[in-house]
């Protein structure tokens, strides 16, 4: 729902909602859902599903509304932090980061070489962070500590299967943090779609 009422004059798609069900995420590329949406690209957006309170959360770093298209966003249960993905200064996709504590937006994580990411996840009290890392040629994972700073790399697989398919796009953490669920491609002429069971090599 935009402002005054109206419909979105554009299309939402990708939501999510935090462990607690107050809150979902979602992207849209309606420009009436908030005042002064001028940047024509797809925003993430936060409602409060008890109010229908709606927010932007995918801003520049500086506060100014960023030229680049954010997608697969992400929440966390405890602190209502919200992770995304838009092209940084080198029009590489990073993983970006909202939380509403600060009203501030950073920059996540730092992939190596021509890593692209892509479809972040986050655990309920935010501690872990993991999205894919995609090549040319591989797609594998990369899981972030965030309160030790260290990363793992997970298992290359051939290729992560289209986004079309939606909330099964990515990986997503079970309720400890513990292990993932990722959904990637077997290797093989036929390149089926498969649901892994990851450990996470972090966790205790």
């Given at each position: 729902?935009?402002?005054?009422?109206?419909?979105?004059?554009?299309?939402?798609?990708?939501?999510?909602?935090?462990?607690?069900?107050?809150?979902?995420?979602?992207?849209?590329?309606?420009?009436?859902?908030?005042?002064?949406?001028t940047?024509?690209?797809?925003?993430?957006?936060?409602?409060?599903?008890?109010?229908?309170?709606?927010?932007?959360?995918?801003?520049?770093?500086?506060?100014t509304?960023?030229?680049?298209?954010?997608?697969?966003?992400?929440?966390?249960?405890?602190?209502?932090?919200?992770?995304?993905?838009?092209?940084?200064?080198?029009?590489?996709?990073?993983?970006?980061?909202?939380?509403?504590?600060?009203?501030?937006?950073?920059?996540?994580?730092v992939?190596?070489?021509?890593?692209?990411?892509?479809?972040?996840?986050?655990?309920?009290?935010?501690?872990?962070?993991?999205?894919?890392?995609?090549?040319?040629?591989?797609?594998?994972?990369?899981?972030l500590?965030?309160?030790?700073?260290?990363?793992?790399?997970?298992?290359?697989?051939?290729?992560?299967?289209?986004?079309?398919?939606?909330?099964?796009?990515?990986?997503?953490?079970e309720?400890?943090?513990?292990?993932?669920?990722?959904?990637?491609?077997?290797?093989?002429?036929?390149?089926?779609?498969?649901?892994?069971?990851?450990?996470?090599?972090?966790?205790?």
């Open positions: 729902m935009g402002l005054d009422g109206l419909a979105g004059n554009g299309l939402s798609d990708q939501p999510r909602v935090d462990g607690l069900g107050q809150l979902a995420v979602f992207r849209s590329s309606a420009s009436n859902l908030i005042d002064e949406d940047n024509g690209v797809s925003d993430i957006f936060v409602v409060d599903l008890a109010t229908g309170l709606i927010e932007r959360v995918s801003w520049n770093v500086d506060d509304e960023t030229q680049s298209p954010a997608s697969d966003p992400a929440i966390s249960t405890i602190d209502a932090e919200v992770l995304y993905i838009r092209a940084d200064a080198n029009d590489l996709p990073r993983v970006f980061s909202y939380l509403p504590e600060y009203d501030a937006v950073a920059t996540l994580a992939s190596p070489g021509d890593c692209a990411a892509a479809n972040p996840a986050v655990d309920a009290d935010g501690r872990y962070l993991a999205y894919e890392c995609r090549s040319s040629d591989d797609c594998w994972l990369e899981i500590d965030r309160e030790t700073s260290d990363i793992a790399l997970g298992s290359a697989v051939a290729g992560c299967p289209d986004d079309a398919l939606g909330p099964l796009s990515g990986p997503w953490f309720v400890d943090g513990g292990h993932l669920l990722w959904r990637s491609l077997e290797s093989g002429a036929d390149s089926a779609t498969v649901i892994l069971r990851l450990r996470n090599p972090l966790a205790p």
